[in-house]
């Protein structure tokens, strides 16, 4: 399988010359089955837009696109109204939560209500495509039982969940918005055991870390300590706080690769094969 950023900014979408190698876009990340011709979308930030535009011109034929939220943050769901599949009256599209510590009454709601009149010139329901709402709780199988995905609880205000995606081509783990407050999180070192791929948020130094105790997100230190413990192979880092520019980032990615060498810090339009 494939993976590919389109989206790898966190809390807020930005703009300016100085955060254009990695990109400005909030989180969304595609899964591409080559050999099936097949994707899954991961959250719905402003990257969504672009990769929207890229199934329309691709033509795209997908009975079902499914999008998996790892939460619903504004940074994770902002681009969907964007989302030109979604305005296609062909289309189906699924909105999947996962996970049995969920409390989601009505998943519907969260994106009909950001979609109401004051918000937005278009309603949910006359977008156009058909929508399914779907709530899993523990691991489940798609695409004919050919795709497993688990998820993960996350420390995190207001809850958050990270997956474990494996094929027969290999094990992909996405774990953003997520903090390690008491010490690395065994769940997520269990999660991401021998991954072929861990994505991990990253949004701060271990300096800024300290500042941010219960903000809800990740050091790179962190990260690596994950990719490390649970014997992740490659690692890539997400999740980039806004006031990072690139020669930060850049500097951040050059830090981690002395400590794992495998590490990259994701970049908007990066793709890698697990
Ligand atoms: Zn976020
Ligand atoms: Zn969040």
Not at 43 to 60: C, F, H, Q
Request: proline content about 3%.
């Amino acid at each position: 399988m494939k993976v590919k950023f389109y989206g790898v900014r966190g809390s807020i979408p930005i703009c300016g010359r100085e955060f254009q190698r990695y990109g400005g876009n909030t989180t969304c990340l595609r899964i591409h089955r080559e050999d099936v011709n097949r994707i899954v979308i991961i959250d719905a930030g402003t990257g969504i837009r672009n990769l929207g535009k890229e199934i329309v011109n691709m033509g795209l034929k997908q009975n079902v696109i499914n999008i998996l939220f790892s939460h619903f943050h504004w940074d994770h769901l902002q681009g969907f109204p964007f989302f030109a599949p979604a305005y296609n009256k062909n289309q189906r599209i699924g909105i999947l939560v996962m996970g049995k510590e969920r409390k989601i009454t009505n998943l519907k709601e969260i994106f009909s209500l950001q979609m109401q009149k004051e918000y937005f010139p278009v309603e949910l329901d006359t977008m156009g495509a058909q929508f399914e709402f779907l709530t899993y709780g523990d691991k489940e199988t798609f695409y004919g039982a050919h795709v497993t995905v688990t998820p993960q609880f996350h420390m995190f205000p207001g809850g958050s969940y990270g997956f474990r995606i494996e094929d027969t081509t290999g094990s992909l783990v996405v774990c953003t918005d997520l903090e390690h407050i008491n010490g690395i999180d065994e769940n997520i070192i269990n999660l991401a055991k021998n991954a072929d791929l861990l994505i991990h948020d990253g949004q701060y130094t271990a300096d800024e870390y300290k500042k941010h105790r219960g903000w809800g997100h990740s050091c790179w230190e962190h990260a690596v300590e994950v990719a490390t413990l649970a014997k992740a192979k490659r690692l890539i880092v997400t999740h980039h706080h806004p006031d990072h520019n690139d020669n930060f980032l850049d500097f951040m990615e050059k830090e981690c690769q002395k400590v794992f060498s495998n590490s990259l810090f994701a970049k908007e339009g990066m793709e890698v094969t697990v």
